[in-house]
């Protein structure tokens, strides 16, 4: 069971807008600032967003990274199908001392 | 362009140490405000992060792992390693090696790992 909440999969049609969601509490990320990570099976995971809603260098500005209270949420317009790949949060729980992660989302375009 | 790549076997026996390299190019391990981290994803399951070490030594480990981890530095060949002792199946997992960062600003602490290795598969089994 890991400790932030993400729904298990989403879909949308290329070319729509796309949202995930990640969910935690006042010790993670209601306190701490969340990254964003893609995997691709075979391949290196990819940093995508940091602190929120910053944008590695080379992160096309179709993805988007915000964060209210205890939620965090990617966004990606314009999907491809070079973006189906499962997604996660990540953050630091101050409770816990630990980095923790949510369980992933699985994108799918249809 | 900084590159890591993780090296080990890919079967270990329970009740024994699994030991991981990760090599790195591009980049020195001295580099001052990178933690050098070691994540792992189960089969099927969600990323758990299993602790990172300084530049300078100083480790931190997941507390639920804690008392079977060890991480160090070898800066002279540009690597790190990760030694997890009296593995189970349940340790079982794709292994990734990952430079990590942390900023802490009035009490907000932010972290991110960039780059990362591809990941190595390590299976314990008799």
């Known amino acids: 069971q890991s400790v932030l909440t993400q729904p298990p999969s989403v879909s949308a049609a290329p070319g729509q807008r796309v949202t995930i969601s990640c969910s935690g509490t006042s010790s993670n990320i209601g306190k701490n600032s969340v990254s964003w990570y893609q995997l691709l099976p075979g391949t290196a995971p990819k940093l995508l967003i940091y602190d929120n809603d910053k944008r590695p260098s080379g992160i096309p500005d179709r993805l988007s990274g915000s964060k209210s209270g205890t939620s965090a949420t990617l966004g990606i317009t314009g999907l491809q199908t070079g973006d189906e790949a499962d997604y996660y949060c990540g953050t630091w729980d101050s409770s816990l001392s630990a980095e923790v992660f949510g369980g992933g989302t699985k994108l799918t375009v249809l | 362009q900084v590159q890591l790549q993780e090296s080990g076997p890919g079967l270990v026996k329970p009740s024994q140490t699994l030991s991981l390299t990760c090599t790195l190019s591009?980049?020195?391990?001295?580099?001052?405000?990178?933690?050098w981290t070691w994540i792992r994803q189960h089969p099927g399951k969600g990323l758990e992060w299993i602790g990172f070490?300084?530049?300078?030594?100083?480790?931190h480990y997941n507390p639920s792992l804690k008392s079977r981890v060890t991480m160090s530095l070898d800066t002279s060949k540009i690597q790190f390693s990760l030694n997890l002792s009296s593995v189970t199946a349940a340790d079982t997992a794709m292994y990734f090696c990952?430079?990590?960062?942390?900023?802490?600003?009035?009490?907000?602490?932010?972290?991110?790992?960039?780059?990362w290795s591809q990941g190595t598969l390590v299976t314990v089994s008799s």
């Open positions: 990952a430079r990590g960062r942390i900023t802490i600003f009035r009490g907000v602490q932010s972290n991110w790992f960039d780059p």
């Open positions: 591009g980049d020195s391990i001295n580099s001052g405000g990178y933690y």
């Open positions: 070490i300084s530049y300078s030594g100083s480790a």
